[in-house]
């Protein structure tokens, strides 16, 4: 268990963790297949999305709305159809409207009775910027790639957040959803590290072999550990 006392700063992955991105990718991305006349399931969808970002990502810096637009050319490319324009802003232009998980703004709001929150995300700013209006929440950081140029599992977002904090790293634990993109390199820094594991998790990210600290099934279960009666 953590010793919960240690820890001044809580940092949140966004989208998977307090947002609910698989539902948004399966959906815009589904409205598109089945345009064109093509069946996915659910899962081959978040499977086909997990295995295309990080390639996309890998070639090279792009703001994220240019990545989403090249994961769908690439989908388009590898299931043999023509993207439209709007084919290909589907998913930028829906993701400030993915849903947040029925648990998240309760739970937020507790921990940030207790302690400081930041977020650390694979976006841009102006995405972002539509999500934290739905949150509601005041974050005290907010670390985006489009600050950083670059992608988790990349260390640039962790080294920013570490100057912003200012704090050491044994004060810092960090929450997410993906073991691929934030426990993976939380590991690498020493930094503690939650992994909500949601029990209808669709498969919308790589897997990885990195090691939790913790588990917990959803936030509110965190929020219980972290802010104790």
């Known amino acids: 268990m953590l010793d919960v006392d240690r820890f001044q700063w809580v940092s949140f992955d966004c989208y998977g963790t307090l947002i609910d991105w698989e539902t948004g990718i399966a959906t815009a991305v589904d409205a598109v297949l089945t345009s064109h006349g093509i069946r996915k399931s659910r899962a081959e969808i978040l499977a086909l999305f997990a295995d295309v970002e990080p390639r996309v990502q890998r070639a090279g ?18 299931l043999g159809f023509q993207p439209t324009e709007s084919d290909l802003a589907c ?12 648990d998240t703004v309760d739970a937020l709001r507790a921990l940030q009775s207790r302690f400081k929150l930041a977020v650390i995300s694979n976006v841009d700013d102006d995405l972002f910027t539509g999500t934290a209006a739905a949150l509601g929440i005041d974050f005290e950081v907010v670390v985006t790639a489009q600050q950083v140029r670059s992608y988790k599992p990349s260390l640039g977002h962790f080294h920013t957040a570490a100057t912003r904090l200012g704090v ?4 810092w634990l960090h929450v997410a959803e993906s073991l691929y993109h ?21 498969g919308g990210t790589r897997r990885s072999d990195a090691v939790p600290d ?12 972290m802010c104790p009666p």
């Open 168 to 171: 050491a790293t044994d004060a």
């Open 91 to 102: 998913l930028a232009d829906a993701l400030p409207r993915w849903p947040v998980f029925p």
């Open 182 to 202: 934030d426990i993976a390199p939380a590991n690498k820094l020493g930094i503690a590290s939650v992994w909500v594991n949601r029990p209808n998790r669709g």
């Open 214 to 225: 913790l588990v917990v099934p959803d936030l509110m279960a965190l929020a219980r550990i």
């Open 61 to 78: 810096y792009l703001e994220y709305r240019r990545v989403l637009r090249r994961v769908m050319a690439v989908i388009g490319r590898e």
